[in-house]
Every structure is written in C-alpha cells, then in structure tokens.
C-alpha cells in the first residue's frame, strides 16, 4: 500500500525559508512522478512543481516559479520541497503525491497524480 508521510511545515516570517520532505513506501516509485501540491483556506488543491525518476522536474504554479526547488532521492524513497522567499499567501497545507506509473521520464498532470499524505502545514507571517 502506497504512504507519503509529509515533514517539516511550521511558522516562518515572510521572505524566510522552508524544506519539506516526504517519505514514501510501499513500492518501488521507479516510474512514478511526485510532486509537491498544496491548499490553501478556502481553495482548491494545486500542484505546485513536480519530478520524475530521472529527475527533469517542472514549476507549475506560477506563483512559485524561482522560489522552489524540488529534489529527490530515489535510493531513500523521498522527495524534498526547498521554498524561498516565502510570502503570507504561501500559507497553505503542502502535500506530497504521487502519480503511478507515469513513465520514468514524464513529467504528468495534476490529474493524473494517484495518492497523496496527509500533508504538513506551512504559515508564512507577514
């Protein structure tokens, strides 16, 4: 059974920063892209960047583009979000998904994405 275990959320001032990391298990993610998605209050989830096994990874969310990198470690099964210059409308729940058997070098769309955690809270104050 597929588990994304999201970490490292908390409090953080505007223009700080932020690593996420998810943990995942329960198979072998070899063709499976992951992202990283995110909700704010009131809003629907979206994807905020994503990254396939071989490593070509891709900004979806405009919002973000120069401010996240995503990375990720395919001997440890995780996937880390590293968030820059945070803004108070980054406040959101982050989640970490994963998109089965995607292709090792397919960057899919949000909808394609299978499983998601639980996801870790990110307050960004002004």
């Known amino acids: 059974q597929v588990r994304l275990v999201e970490s490292g959320g908390g409090l953080v001032q505007a223009g700080g920063s932020l690593r996420l990391s998810c943990a995942a298990s329960?198979?072998?993610?070899?063709?499976?892209?992951m992202a990283w998605f995110r909700q704010a209050p009131g809003k629907e989830r979206e994807i905020v960047v994503g990254?396939?096994?071989?490593?070509?990874?891709?900004t979806y969310l405009d919002a973000m583009k120069g401010r996240v990198t995503i990375s990720r470690d395919n001997g440890k099964n995780t996937v880390d979000l590293q968030m820059n210059s945070l803004k108070p409308e980054d406040t959101a729940v982050y989640y970490c998904?994963?998109?089965?058997?995607?292709?090792?070098?397919?960057?899919?769309?949000?909808?394609?994405?299978?499983?998601w955690g639980r996801g870790t809270q990110v307050t960004v104050s002004s």
């Open positions: 998904g994963v998109a089965l058997n995607s292709g090792r070098y397919t960057l899919p769309p949000a909808t394609k994405y299978d499983y």
């Open positions: 990254i396939n096994w071989s490593g070509g990874s891709f």
């Open positions: 329960g198979r072998t993610f070899t063709n499976d892209a």
